[in-house]
């Protein structure tokens, strides 16, 4: 069996804008909103992605055991894990990383069923950041909170920068400023949103 | 749409009037078992001679133990920790209209440990069967029998209950104060999958089923059958032939065969079972009981109120003659039983896990006579339905006019 360390899940379909990754619920790293995922498609190629939403479905027996007076944690645990596999979490595609250098592109090809996804290390989330060519992507995102993510995408630019996540969100901000001079309401809703 | 519905609405309402009066018979009748069940509570020796008569005149009944037949006992409390393992089956019958001649039984089952806060471990077992050369059973153009088919999954259900059963016991490392219960869905007794079966068929099946029954009894593992809402009359009949007013000798095959089929089933009868309490033992009369008895596994049937909101769900459950006659392990299994239909509210949460684990749905059908006839293709053979089954295909899937 093939197993992928660390990963966060596999993919269950893709398109060249996004896809969808199956993860186990209630995995420590359970990845959050916001967070930069990878998924190798080709030699050399890995396909970047924001998480925006996270799908926890419901179905018919569960919603009888909500009625229930008492549930055991054996039976917590048997919905869970046996029943409610996979969860589903939805990516945004902003990029890819080919060679070693980073594009903010939307990528050449779409990661395939079943391939490993991770969580992005530090170092990639400060590589990927240090330009801004993505924010046009994830503003022009139709159908999810575009301006939550990319708010959640510059703090979490911030945590891994350390000392120098103040002058970084500065810099963002000028780049804002700049691609949504003609929308000064949706601006501010970011830049609050980044400052909360 | 072929169906149309606005031409049956009337045969609907005629339906349902009809089955409102029928109703209304049986609760009439409904007080005047139940004043027999009174009457008869403790079976005298004219009664059990009558019965045995009777026996021997191919009557189908419920044989009392030795418990009032009024009795009602209550749940004990379930132990802080016990494992249940559940199973269930489902089957693709063999279809003589398909590419290949074959039928597919899915076992499931769940084993549950109570009481360790572990997440349950959930368990398959597909078997995919077909005709071959050295098969002499059923007909030239239908080798499997969709009642032999039906056999076979209540015995792998069962032999799958035997062997986690073992593998759990030993796990313990064969402590058997480490309480173990298995449940099936269903009848325990295979008899309405042996309906049709010669007798000696029905002894060999029987046989097989009692192997399995006896591998749990070895480990001393508790095994029921849980049959939700069930429709048998076996105690009203017992009631009926009690009513008769005439001596044993003097009993008639024909008056005995008419009995109770215009009466309510028997769980209308336990009505006044509270959550949680069985009714007395019985022993149904069927001569595959006697089979079961002969293989050392004659079974033994009570009803039970599981509770679950309202008055609660009157099941029956059956039983090996080994269980009902250990206080501690009958106790046990209504214990677990009432729990366990808490959660689901009026049916065992395990068995309905089971269920779910075991179905095969109709796109997994479709998916696997897909596999089947790209496997036959590949091995060059010409897999293709019958003409019918291509047309029966065709017309129902979704039509482009209304008709």
Redesign the interface.
């Known amino acids: 069996m093939r197993d992928c360390p660390e990963q966060v899940g596999r993919v269950l379909r893709a398109s060249t804008v996004g896809f969808a990754i199956g993860v186990r619920v209630l995995q420590p790293e359970l990845p959050t909103f916001g967070t930069l995922v990878k998924v190798q498609t080709q030699v050399a190629t890995e396909v970047l992605g924001l998480i925006y939403d996270v799908l926890i479905d419901d179905d018919p027996f569960v919603r009888q055991l909500i009625a229930a007076r008492e549930l055991r944690d054996e039976d917590v645990l048997d919905q869970r894990q046996n029943r409610q596999v996979p969860a589903e979490v939805s990516v945004l595609a902003v990029g890819y990383r080919r060679n070693g250098t980073f594009y903010h592109l939307l990528p050449p090809q779409p990661p395939a069923a079943l391939d490993c996804a991770f969580a992005c290390d530090d170092a990639e989330v400060r590589a990927f950041t240090n330009r801004t060519d993505y924010f046009r992507i994830v503003l022009q995102a139709q159908g999810l909170p575009a301006d939550e993510l990319l708010a959640a995408s510059l703090r979490e630019g911030e945590r891994v920068r350390g000392g120098g996540g103040r002058q970084f969100l500065i810099e963002c901000g000028r780049e804002l400023a700049r691609l949504l001079a003609m929308d000064p309401v949706r601006l501010d809703g970011i830049l609050r949103r980044l400052r909360a | 749409m072929t169906l149309e519905l606005n031409q049956v609405t009337r045969q609907v309402h005629e339906m349902a009037e009809s089955l409102a009066a029928r109703q209304k018979r049986l609760v009439a009748r409904l007080d005047e078992l139940h004043d027999l069940l009174h009457r008869y509570a403790e079976p005298d020796d004219a009664l059990r001679a009558k019965i045995r008569q009777a026996r021997a005149l191919g009557w189908i009944g419920a044989e009392p133990g030795h418990e009032p037949l009024t009795a009602a006992i209550p749940a004990p409390p379930l132990p802080p920790q016990v494992s249940i393992i559940a199973a269930d089956g489902s089957q693709i019958h063999p279809d003589r209209h398909a590419a290949a001649l074959y039928y597919v039984i899915n076992v499931g089952s ?1 084993l ?9 471990e ?1 368990f398959h077992q597909p078997i995919l069967d077909y005709q071959k050369d050295e098969d002499e059973t059923g007909t030239d153009d239908q080798p499997f029998l969709a009642a032999d088919v039906d056999a076979r999954r209540d015995l792998e259900e069962v032999r799958l209950l035997a062997a986690q059963a073992e593998a759990e016991r030993a796990a313990t490392g064969g402590d058997l104060d480490v309480r173990i219960v298995a449940l099936a869905d269903g009848p325990l007794m295979l008899l309405r999958t042996l309906y049709e079966a010669t007798r000696q068929e029905q002894r060999q099946q029987v046989n097989h089923h009692a192997d399995q029954l006896a591998r749990l009894q070895a480990v001393h593992v508790p095994v029921a059958g849980y049959i939700d809402r069930p429709g048998s009359s076996l105690v009203v009949r017992l009631l009926r032939l009690a009513q008769l007013d005439k001596p044993a000798e003097e009993l008639e095959s024909q008056e005995l065969r008419a009995q109770g089929r215009n009466d309510p089933p028997d769980r209308l009868i336990f009505h006044f079972l509270k959550p949680g309490e069985r009714s007395a033992l019985f022993y149904n009369t069927s001569r595959i009981n006697d089979d079961y008895e002969a293989a050392g596994q004659r079974i033994a049937i009570f009803y039970m109120n599981v509770g679950g909101g309202g008055k609660g769900q009157t099941g029956r459950v059956e039983v090996p003659h080994w269980v009902a006659a250990d206080p501690a392990m009958i106790g046990l299994v209504q214990a677990i039983l009432y729990d366990q239909s ?4 009026g049916y065992p ?1 395990v068995l ?2 089971a269920h ?1 684990l075991a179905v095969i749905t109709a796109p997994e059908r479709a998916k696997l006579e897909e596999m089947v006839n790209i496997a036959l293709i590949g091995q060059g053979f010409d897999a293709r339905p019958s003409e019918k089954a291509h047309w029966k295909q065709l017309s129902s899937r979704k039509r482009r006019f209304g008709r």
């Open positions: 769940i549950y440990r109570c009481g360790s806060g572990a997440a349950p959930p808490q959660v689901t509210g949460y309905a896990r779910e």
